[in-house]
T-cell receptor, first 115, second 114 residues
Framework: AQKITQTQPGMFVQEKEAVTLDCTYD???????LFWYKQPSSGEMIFLIY??????QNATEGRYSLNFQKARKSANLVISASQLGDSAMYFC????????????FGTGTSLTVIP | DGGITQSPKYLFRKEGQNVTLSCEQN?????MYWYRQDPGQGLRLIYY???????QKGDIAEGYSVSREKKESFPLTVTSAQKNPTAFYLC?????????????FGPGTRLTVT
């Protein structure tokens, strides 16, 4: 079974609007961390936001927030007030305590911001 | 400045040749990783290492080899046995353990084999 599932291969959003990128995960480990990365066309991977499985509140970092629904095993990324520079690939990832230091990545979502 | 360096950024090789991709980090991280990314695809784990002189195979280790003789360095060799080596290769590192320990990535190496 896939550890991380991103079902949206491509998304479009109007500049200044908000957009939600979906991510669901599969784990039986009670202790895990969820990460979102941005990959512009240059190829570098940029860490955006982290959510721990025991965190009571949804994580926020500037215009990025994580909609963490533990019972549904979803960790959607919300980008508010989209900017043209947000156009990139976005990857959801998970790290489990039991599997040590291995990270599992989804297949990514390509976001295009339309002026 | 702490970070991860990969060199070179672009690499061209003829089929049948082995090629080694460099990855160095000065973040004092114990864990290091190699990923392969094909166009429009996600990241696939090739090898990872949690400690010097030890490493584990990832999902697509066939045709690749690594070494971890120093904490700072984790070079990846793409051997002639790798059937389709043309891809974008990303190296990453992280702290061991739990918590908010994200992976830090290098800028990547684009390998083209003809």
């Amino acid at each position: 079974a896939q550890k991380i599932t991103q079902t949206q291969p491509g998304m479009f959003v109007q500049e200044k609007e908000a957009v939600t990128l979906d991510c669901t995960y599969d784990t039986s480990d009670p202790s895990y961390g969820l990460f979102w990365y941005k990959q512009p066309s240059s190829g570098e991977m940029i860490f955006l936001i982290y959510q721990g499985s025991y965190d009571q509140q949804n994580a926020t970092e500037g215009r990025y927030s994580l909609n963490f629904q533990k019972a549904r095993k979803s960790a959607n990324l919300v980008i508010s007030a989209s900017q043209l520079g947000d156009s990139a690939m976005y990857f959801c990832a998970m790290r489990e305590r039991n599997t040590g230091n291995q990270f599992y990545f989804g297949t990514g979502t390509s976001l295009t911001v339309i002026p | 400045d702490g970070g991860i360096t990969q060199s070179p950024k672009y690499l061209f090789r003829k089929e049948g040749q082995n090629v080694t991709l460099s990855c160095e980090q000065n973040l004092n991280h114990d864990a290091m990783y190699w990923y392969r990314q094909d166009p429009g695809q996600g990241l696939r784990l090739i090898y990872y290492s949690q400690i010097v002189n030890d490493f584990q195979k990832g999902d697509i280790a066939e045709g690749y080899s690594v070494s971890r003789e120093k904490k700072e360095s984790f070079p990846l060799t793409v051997t002639s046995a790798q059937k389709n080596p043309t891809a974008f290769y990303l190296c990453a590192s992280s702290m061991l353990g739990q918590g908010n320990h994200e992976q830090y990535f290098g800028p990547g190496t684009r390998l083209t084999v003809t």
